[in-house]
């Protein structure tokens, strides 16, 4: 297709998709014109980006067709929807950390592919030209892995724009920013569209209100509803997108103990890479408290959630637990003490997923006396504590011999709960717990946490959502490159003073 | 999905395996020009014909379950243990060791203290790739074949210079080897007329100690647990270091104890080539068995199988008996690509649909 | 210093086997996948690069063609074996680890079976010997260590400045970079990451056949079960030591090589030292390397190791 011709519009026609055990895509029709914000809309795992894959040639379809410009188009290979001017920007940035911006585009720009040569020159001029055109400034010989998240997304459009995208495609495309950033990159946007169309996938109401025109809902695979952003408010989307009216809960307390349950006091501690992830660290937590740590990941929260549970070294300053120092202590200690964990990672580090639901259920118990029987292991306990588990936190699969990698996300992450919580903890660090999950099983997650709290519980609560935070803590503590910059009381805590916390202002 | 289908598309599966691997090892035999099925007969079938032979072959099994068990604690703990032939080579001379410094011993005393000797020579070397992966996060696979290496060049030097066999001084044939150690450490040979020995009820015993340890004991579930999934088990406070040392120790004892035990049972005394390839025929053994200890012991007969038949297809059709390590070889590249293809749900709905639409068609 | 000057000259012609194993391995683990299959390529390679040479000559000399046919075949071997791993570990996915051992065993004991069955027993060949580069060679001490040596060598050496160029200036070097460090964005961008690791694939064989046929045709001048005996091995560990660059991988080699050579001289000067020890040398050096230097696991594709999957959600 001639690198000058816009794109007046793109059809997606009765589009289906089927995975083992999986209908990803269920008849889906969408279509967007000239200059058009299209939002599409759905709750986790309603297959939204896998349809949006189906568009940039990832996957194929197992029925439906495909029009830009009214004529039908068949993608293979992403090559093949780059020739057509599409390009996206996907979620996870697909930028190679320790090459060059120019070196990121070139793997794409395939004109400056001359043999045994690679036109870097050629690449450069684009670059330029591209940023000129658009606004958007990089530098071409920064390396990818000290941009920060939103110039790594600035270098992600100019690559699209470089290889030649006349239509974009943006994969939540705020999840990482701060609320300051989104506001720019919304601005951006609605520039961008006097030369281009863009689809972009969101469950983040208030920006789908903000730019787009139309919206596109999907539940479960499937369209439930086209319309014209302006004629509908964020509540009808939202129940749209669920089916029914979820009430996500929220903390009503202002009570809670003067019990000091976690205490950290200047903690330094290093990140993988080498540098200072934690930096004159300090934060104390209550009994029956829910604290939450807001902040642009990549500030540090894994690694605190790490120093706490003894899986990261601290180099200075002390952790406290009840009055007990726990700095630097062992995992197997720690965990003895009653600390409890709800890992960043579930899949990876949160089970075991080959093992069953049951042995799972027992990971940091295996030497309890209650699952034991003199050397050898008891079987018929481990398996009544199994069966109850999966009764009260109605976790679904066939039996408690599954293995547990083969349950959906919220199902491993209700056993991980599960788990944790039977376990009857003194404290609770739970790091981006609804993260992924349906609106049913993050209602069951929220509810589960705010009946601990009043039982006594106290939760250090990390995530991404500022919704989530506002909804449950008591206090809120924002994270800006390893330290504290502040802690607010839920009353005093917004979404617009948050933002320029977590932004370092 | 029916269940019937499942079960049919597996065997379909092994099927396509097996006759891949005779297709494979088929390759060089037609390039030496020898004939193909005839050659897979002698190897199979020929060792099978009477109790001698098939007494020579359960002899190979007996070190073959040994080591196998040891490098499956090792695999399912999450370390591969490629280090066998060099374990194996130091338990032996700490058998040798042992039993020329205390030969007047008694047989009740001396013969557990010698195979104990052979753990722990074995469980030492195997100790240090364990360390060096817990502590310094060395790749274990590199740091065992370069053990080895070592292990040969220490043994050979041991067999020619202290332990030389003081005969092969005097008649200055120079083969290096240990002297004839004393019958008090001989593995009791039962079956007349064969060199069958005890040493398989160890090895039979080892293979249910083993499964108690690794399935029935909550010791053995945290290994498991720290194999499967490195980071949750860490995460779920198991010090996975620790157990990585452990499964090492065990997987190294092991390959030592097979050591000493070909030693007392069969060779009585420490020559060149005990080990040669046992260490690892263990592995293609280790995961042929499923890394169970159930399906290790017939496996360990095959592969025993294969040893014996392969030392025959020279006189019998011409064949080197090199080729064992080529089909060796082939099923590990085989059983790795098979267990990826069964663990396939993706394939296996593509297959089952493509069935039925040919139900529907016809 | 005629020690020296021996010592220096044999360390620079015994390097090459492991020099040329290693920048092939370099590339394909550049792309993502290590192959400890390398030893195995490496006995086939020694095979095949001396079989047609003695099936000709029968020991006796011959045209050159024939030795250059041994190497030509040796190499296309490898390349053909090197992308037989790629079945088994990018199609199939199947951990590289263990399938390295696999290919491994199978290269030797192929390389062992065809040997006894189409030459068998000690036969050596006259090989490839270069003449000394005329001028060049006379000069003093460095004449005879870097001017009198067999051809192969030179290019081997060439090799390192030519393969650091594929790998850092040309788009098929940037591929490979992008597929052994973050294969989805290499994909997401219209990149065959597959095609690109059976590429790697191919030319880390090719290069290791290249180099078992050094070892029987310049450097042993014959095939034994144990002509190899653990470079493939040591090739893979320098690459990780040569922190996947081609220039310290050449340093290691040579340190390595240098580690070998001890052998050679305690025997021929016949010092009183028990030569087992001797020949341990290098293999301690790779532990004692890889041990130390644990910055090395950080710096290399981040990749290395893990199959690459499309349908796979993260």
């Known amino acids: ?505 | ?362 | 210093m005629n020690v020296i000057v021996t010592v220096l000259s044999l360390a620079i012609t015994s390097s090459v086997a492991l020099l040329l194993a290693s920048l092939g391995e370099m590339i394909n683990q550049r792309a993502g996948i290590f192959n400890l299959g390398c030893e195995g390529i490496m006995s086939m390679g020694a095979f095949l690069g001396m079989l047609l040479p003695y099936a000709i000559g029968h020991g006796q000399a011959t045209s050159q063609v024939y030795n250059v046919l041994g190497l030509l075949s040796a190499t296309v071997m490898g390349a053909l074996l090197g992308m037989f791993f790629g079945l088994v570990v990018i199609t199939f996915r199947a951990p590289q680890g263990i399938a390295g051992i696999g290919l491994q065993m199978f290269g030797t004991g192929a390389a062992g079976t065809l040997f006894r069955h189409f030459v068998g027993g000690t036969q050596s060949i006259p090989g490839i010997t270069t003449p000394p580069i005329p001028l060049l060679s006379r000069i003093p001490v460095i004449g005879p260590i870097f001017f009198s040596q067999n051809i192969l060598v030179y290019v081997a050496f060439l090799l390192v400045p030519l393969s650091g160029y594929v790998l850092f200036k040309t788009p098929w070097g940037l591929a490979v970079r992008a597929v052994g460090t973050h294969p989805r964005a290499a994909d997401s961008i219209g990149i065959n990451v597959t095609r690109i690791r059976y590429q790697s694939l191919a030319v880390g064989g090719a290069l290791a056949g290249l180099a078992g046929a050094y070892l029987s045709l310049c450097q042993a001048k014959m095939f034994s079960d144990s002509i190899v005996s653990g470079r493939g091995f040591i090739a893979v560990a320098l690459v990780y030591f040569g922190h996947w660059q081609p220039v310290k991988i050449m340093w290691g080699a040579l340190l390595f090589s240098l580690a070998q050579t001890f052998q050679t001289v305690i025997q021929s000067y016949g010092i009183n030292f028990p030569y087992e020890f001797a020949v341990m040398l290098p293999y301690v050096l790779v532990i004692v390397v890889l041990a130390f230097d644990r910055e090395s696991q950080r710096l290399g594709p981040t990749s290395l190791g893990i199959p690459f999957n499309r349908e796979i959600r993260t």
């Open chain 2, 1 to 362: 999905m029916t269940n019937q289908f499942k079960i049919l598309y597996k065997i379909c599966i092994v099927l396509l395996a097996v006759l891949a691997t005779m297709a494979m090892g088929a390759v060089i035999l037609i390039a030496i020009g020898a004939p193909v099925m005839k050659t897979y007969a002698v190897i199979i079938f020929q060792p099978l014909q009477n109790i001698g032979l098939i007494s020579e072959v359960l002899i190979r099994t007996i070190p073959l379950t040994i080591i196998a068990l040891g490098i499956a604690v090792a695999y399912r703990s999450g370390i591969i243990n490629i280090g066998a032939e060099g374990q194996m080579a130091m338990g032996i001379l700490a058998t040798t060791a042992v039993a020329l410094a205390v030969p007047t011993l008694p047989k009740v005393i001396l013969l557990p203290l010698v195979l104990l000797a052979g753990i722990a020579g074995g469980a030492l070397w195997g100790a240090i790739p364990g360390l060096l992966k817990a502590k310094l996060q060395v790749s274990e696979l590199l740091s065992t074949v370069m053990l080895n290496y070592i292990a040969e060049q220490f043994y050979t030097f041991c067999l020619r210079k202290p332990m030389l066999d003081p005969a092969e001084m005097t008649t200055g044939s120079g083969t290096p080897q240990s002297m004839r150690l004393t019958k008090n450490i001989w593995l009791t040979r039962f079956i007349p007329g064969t060199r069958l020995h005890t040493g398989i009820f160890i090895a039979i015993g080892f293979a249910i100690l083993i499964y108690l340890l690794l399935w029935k004991t909550p010791f053995g579930y945290k290994m498991r647990a720290a194999g499967s999934s490195e980071r949750a088990a860490r995460y779920g406070g198991i010090n996975v270091a620790k157990y990585l040392v452990i499964a090492m120790l065990f997987s190294g004892g092991f390959a030592g104890l097979a050591g000493a035990v070909e030693i007392c049972g069969v060779h009585h005394r420490a020559i060149q080539g005990i080990t040669s390839g046992y260490g690892f025929s263990g592995i293609v053994v280790a995961l042929f068995g499923g890394l169970h200890p159930a399906g290790i012991i017939p496996a360990a007969f095959f592969f025993g199988l294969l040893l014996v038949g392969g030392n025959m297809t020279q006189n019998a059709v011409g064949v080197p008996a090199n080729m064992v390590q080529v089909l060796q070889g082939v099923i590990i590249l085989v059983i790795v690509a098979t267990q990826m293809v069964l663990s396939n749900a993706y394939l296996m709905e593509r297959v089952w649909k493509k069935t039925r639409r040919k139900e529907v068609a016809a």
């Open chain 1, 1 to 505: 297709m001639d690198p000058n011709t816009k794109i007046t519009s793109l059809r997606m026609e009765h589009i289906t998709k089927r995975f083992p055990g999986v209908l990803a895509s269920d008849d889906i029709s969408l279509s967007v014109g000239e200059g058009e914000v299209l939002a599409l809309v759905g709750e986790n795992g309603a297959g939204k980006t896998t349809l949006m894959n189906i568009l940039m040639g990832l996957y194929q379809p197992d029925e439906g067709k495909m029009f830009i410009n009214e004529k039908e188009v068949h993608f293979h290979s992403p090559n093949d929807a780059f020739a057509a001017g599409l390009g996206m920007v996907h979620q996870q940035y697909m930028l190679v950390p320790n090459m060059t911006v120019t070196e990121n585009i070139a793997l794409g720009y395939k004109k400056a592919w001359k043999g045994w040569k690679l036109d870097m020159k050629m690449v450069r001029d684009r670059i330029e030209e591209v940023s000129q055109t658009y606004g958007l400034a990089v530098d071409p010989d920064a390396f990818v892995w000290q941009l920060s998240v939103g110039e790594q997304q600035r270098v992600e459009l100019v690559k699209t724009l470089c290889l030649g995208a006349r239509f974009l495609i943006l994969d939540e495309p705020t999840s990482a920013l701060t609320p300051q950033e989104t506001d720019e990159l919304i601005v951006l946007l609605r520039k961008m569209t006097a030369n281009l169309s863009i689809i972009f996938i969101s469950h983040k109401l208030q920006e789908v209100s903000d730019l787009s025109d139309k919206v596109t809902i999907l539940r479960h695979g499937a369209v439930v509803f086209n319309g014209n952003t302006k004629e509908h408010s964020s509540a009808e989307i939202a129940s749209l997108m669920t089916g029914r009216e979820i009430i996500m809960p929220e903390n009503k307390e202002t009570e809670c103990s003067n019990i000091h349950a976690l205490e950290i006091q200047h903690v330094n501690a290093r990140s993988d890479r080498g540098y200072l992830a934690l930096n004159d660290l300090n934060l104390t937590i209550h009994s029956g408290e829910i604290v939450g740590l807001a902040g642009v990941s990549g500030n540090g929260q894994r690694e605190l959630a790490e120093v706490i549970n003894g899986l990261r070294p601290v180099e200075s300053g002390t952790i406290t637990f009840f009055g007990k120092d726990i700095t630097n202590k062992s995992t197997e200690e720690i965990i003895k003490e009653g600390m409890g964990y709800i890992p960043e990672e579930r899949n990876t580090e949160g089970i075991v997923p080959p093992f069953s639901l049951k042995e799972n259920f027992i990971l940091k118990d295996s030497t309890a006396k209650r699952f034991t029987n003199g050397i050898f292991q008891n079987r018929a306990s481990i398996a009544q504590n199994a069966t109850t588990l999966k009764k009260d936190f109605d976790i679904r699969c066939p039996n408690t011999d599954t293995a547990a990698g083969t349950l959906s996300g919220g199902n491993i992450q209700k056993v991980i709960l599960a788990r944790e919580i039977t376990r009857k903890p003194k404290f609770l660090v739970a790091v981006y717990p609804i993260r992924g999950l349906d609106l049913g099983a993050a209602q069951f997650i929220h509810e589960q946490l705010l009946a601990k709290r009043k039982e006594g519980l106290g939760i250090l609560l990390i995530s991404e959502e500022l919704d989530e935070i506002l909804a449950l803590s008591d206090r809120v503590a924002v994270i800006f490159k390893g330290h504290i910059q502040q802690v607010l009381p839920r009353a005093d805590a917004d979404s617009r003073k948050l933002g320029m916390l977590m932004a370092g202002v």
